[in-house]
């Protein structure tokens, strides 16, 4: 908790908070990832990645917040210290781990795991980690919930990337 809190006394800025709230907001419910997934897919070369990559967001998803979510049911920080002003609505469901970062860490699992080009992969891994840093900026998990997300959305990426390959 102290280090969110001293990331919020450092960090929290007027222009920092209109650029961290629509980077979170592209990654609810996985929506930039799938959407990347559907692009490739109607791509007839790219069509298994992009249905690897749509797999793998909803299994980290799945896995993420239907499974581990409700089993650990971990508070939000915001729900732990609600004094602190919310920029974006208080999510649903617990706070670890993080969904958001398990579904970006998933996609570009997939892409780093398929070898697509560098000018697709390196902005989609700087977009995922700009996403897990908003859901600390933004005070809605702790950084050991954006860590789990990574490993669960990593190890399902790569996981899914292979199972998709061995078909």
Not at 3 to 28: E, F
């Amino acid at each position: 908790m102290m280090l969110l809190d001293a990331l919020q006394a450092t960090l929290r800025a007027p222009w920092l908070d209109g650029i961290m709230v629509p980077i979170t907001l592209l990654g609810n419910l996985g929506a930039v990832w799938l959407v990347l997934g559907v692009v490739l897919a109607c791509l007839p070369k790219q069509r298994r990645v992009g249905v690897a990559v749509i797999v793998a967001v909803v299994a980290a998803g799945v896995i993420g917040k239907l499974i581990i979510g409700e089993v650990v049911m971990r508070p939000r920080p915001c729900d732990v210290n609600p004094s602190m002003h919310l920029l974006i609505a208080r999510p649903f469901g617990s706070s670890f781990p993080s969904g958001h970062t398990a579904a970006a860490c998933a996609a570009v699992a997939v892409l780093v795991a398929e070898r697509m080009p560098r000018g697709l992969t390196i902005p989609c891994a700087v977009l995922a980690v700009l996403i897990a840093v908003s859901r600390l900026y933004l005070y809605v998990h702790y950084p050991t919930d954006v860590l789990a997300g990574a490993v669960l959305g990593i190890a399902v990426g790569v996981g899914t990337a292979k199972l998709i390959d061995a078909l």
